[in-house]
């Protein structure tokens, strides 16, 4: 028996500049208690299915033709065409969220700043997934680290006991030991619950693990469909192995590289090839030190439960004497598990805080100095140098400026180049 069976299903998307069919004739089966995923590059459709399914769709976004049948006897749902319901209308309300649920991607854009976590689940039925659960009622969003708040977001949509779990990129932002965590939580609720689930990813390691079979989406058609060892095994269409030759493996040569779908040459020219005008960081002595952390330590305050709790706070050392040098063309891969200190030490090497003792060094061109000694015109010339690119750009660009604006905006602030050559460079 299939939960959802979705049939020749057409979506597109209207726009001043006309209408773009994403999804293109989808059909495939979502068996019970069994898991499927949906696999693809970035823009072939995944997300867009799995909107339909939870009649989440954009107001830009129409369901041209095709069908969405869901069946759930243990629910008391009898068959019903998802497709064919009002998005806002109280049948396709009862379903979701109760008998269909989602884990989205980015918990932290999720989850609602503004309530605690246990508020945001309404139950403690599943509140044994975290360390110190009596705690973790009281916090807010931010106040856990990426693999807690993907908990709770698991959490909120289990406390029904749904029939379908939706799971759009669950693991995405979490490091390798976090997200096996995070699968298996998943994995041994789907067999308590015997509930399906439709996997979204790119990751073809997390499909291998989880996925009873996959369905190749590419630009809005289904490419390729079975059972995960027959597809992986021997697959056919040539996305599919393409797809599979971007995989990276631990037994690449060292001069082995990645294929790419479809390759794109950079094009470094212009205002990018200016270290006049872009304040490159050159200057010193060749491939020399850039930039040098000496045995940096920082420690936070945690509060014992709840925001504006009078409970005692206690310290968490985030980082222990780590050091580390970059030297200049060089390419430092900082790697451990969430909580493990990462981030905190790069934001110590954006000055964006102040680690409590050590020092961060760069070379601006004139030798090492303490960015921590940095005032004035030097402090705006290393905030220029140094930039950084943040995991998740849907919580980190302002959604309130257009793409031009927000290019341009780091040029106004440096007053770099005049306003027509901002524009190009913008272009550019």
Known sequence: MSVVSIRDLCIEYHSDSGTTRAVDGVSFDIPHAKT???????????STISQAVMGLLPPAAQIAS??????DPAGGVDPVDIAALERDGQTM?????????????????SLSPLHTIGDQIGEAARLHQFPDPDRALDTYPFELSGGLRQRAMIAMALICRPALLVADEPTTA????IQA??????????????????????????VANMADAVVVVYQGRVMEAGPVETVFRAPEHPYLKALLNA?????????????????????????????????????????????????????FSLRQSGFFSKGKAHALKALDGVSLTINRGECLGLVGESGSGKTTTAMAVMRALTPDSGSVKFDAGTGLRNIAELRGADLMDYRRRVQMIFQDPFSSLNPRMSLNEILMEPMVIHNIGTPAERADWVRE
């Open 36 to 46: 499927l995923a949906l696999v693809g590059e970035s823009g072939c459709g995944k």
């Open 66 to 71: 095709g069908q969405i049948l869901f069946t």
């Open 93 to 109: 309300r009862n379903i979701r969220g109760n008998r269909i649920a989602m884990i989205f991607q980015e918990p932290m854009t």
């Open 174 to 177: 979490l490091d390798v030991t």
């Open 181 to 206: 965590e995070i699968l298996k939580l998943i994995r041994d609720v789907q067999q308590e619950l015997q509930m399906s689930v439709l996997l979204i990813t790119h990751d073809f390691g997390v």
């Open 247 to 299: 995989v990276p493996t631990f037994h690449m040569a060292a001069d082995e590289r990645l294929r790419p779908i479809r390759p794109i040459a950079p094009k470094i020219g212009g205002f990018l090839s200016s270290k006049q005008e872009h304040g490159s960081g050159e200057g010193g002595k060749g491939g020399g030190p850039l930039l040098v952390v000496d045995r940096i330590t920082k420690s």
